[in-house]
């Protein structure tokens, strides 16, 4: 009986022991919070601020591309009217700004290394009206049905291989004239919540405005109409600007703007591009 008797008494001595030093702690933690509760509050804000806001699209594009140490391959020649490399020029650090390891080829051979093009993300051509070689198109092309995006502009994407039917059906559409040579028209956003041109509004271009054999699968996203006193048979016509499409797992996309490198100072046509880039890469 007095060993019960001692147990029950340390047991409630522990307890009381216990319940005093909550207390203790709870007042500590009272008077330190008192001390220091606009800066509590302050960090409180900032991190909410931090974690609460969603990023934009882009920002998020930005962010996976950077995080995934994603590869881009760029591959440049053909006519120079169309200036490619310094076009090239305009979104090569773009990408590189984006997270993309950016590699620069000059020459159709790039896309014959099956392990490389299975790397990549991105692969950019500008190559105006040259030929491609059997092999060298259809390393592109898998690569693309693969998963691997495909994106570019004008001439240097869509005037690219005459002769190549293929290729062509992969990209989606080919030019076939520019009445009235450089001229003034505008540009129309038709799809203005896409994340590539959400934001943008109609604006003009002085520059080529492409005429061109579309495939009628593709999403368009801007258009322009012609008035053309060269041809005003075509007068009337609302021909795509810019689209996207998919070839088996992979996403294309293209814009027909980018005659030459300053049609990109142009805010929308280098904005369209680079979000377009983006979108495309796996």
């Known amino acids: 009986m007095e060993i019960r008797k001692l147990i029950l008494a340390t047991i409630a001595g522990l307890a009381v022991m216990l319940f005093l030093s909550a207390v203790w702690h709870g007042l500590l933690m009272y008077d330190f919070y008192a001390a220091h509760s606009p800066a509590l509050l302050s960090l409180s804000f900032m991190v909410a601020s931090l974690t609460v806001a969603p990023p934009t699209n882009d920002q998020t594009l930005r962010r996976e591309a950077a995080m995934a140490g994603k590869k881009a391959l760029m591959v440049h020649g053909g006519w120079g009217g169309h200036e490619p490399k310094e076009t090239v020029d305009v979104f090569a650090p773009l990408l590189t700004e984006a997270g993309f390891d950016v590699t620069l080829s000059d020459t159709m051979d790039s896309y014959l290394d099956k392990d490389f093009m299975q790397s ?6 500008c190559w105006t009206m040259g030929q491609i070689e059997g092999e060298q198109e259809k390393g592109l092309r898998q690569a693309v049905e ?5 994106g570019g502009w004008h001439g240097g994407m869509c005037d690219a291989f005459r002769n190549s039917t293929n290729y062509q059906f992969m990209t989606g559409g080919q030019f ?17 919540d896409d994340p590539i041109v959400v934001g943008l509004s109609d604006f003009q271009m002085h520059s080529e405005q492409y005429y061109m054999h579309t495939d009628p699968g593709n999403e368009v996203l801007a258009t322009t109409t012609f008035d053309a006193n060269s041809a005003p048979w075509v007068n009337g016509t609302v021909m795509p600007v810019v689209w996207k499409r998919m070839w088996g797992a992979g996403k ?10 300053t049609d990109f100072e142009v805010v929308e046509a280098k904005e369209i591009q680079r979000r377009g880039l983006l979108w495309a890469a796996r």
């Open 176 to 192: 076939v004239g520019h009445p009235d040579g450089i001229k003034d028209y505008t540009v129309n956003i038709t799809r203005a």
């Open 146 to 150: 693969s998963g691997v995006g495909l």
């Open 120 to 125: 990549l993300s991105l692969v950019v051509p």
């Open 252 to 261: 294309v996309f293209f814009s027909s703007l980018g005659h030459v490198a």
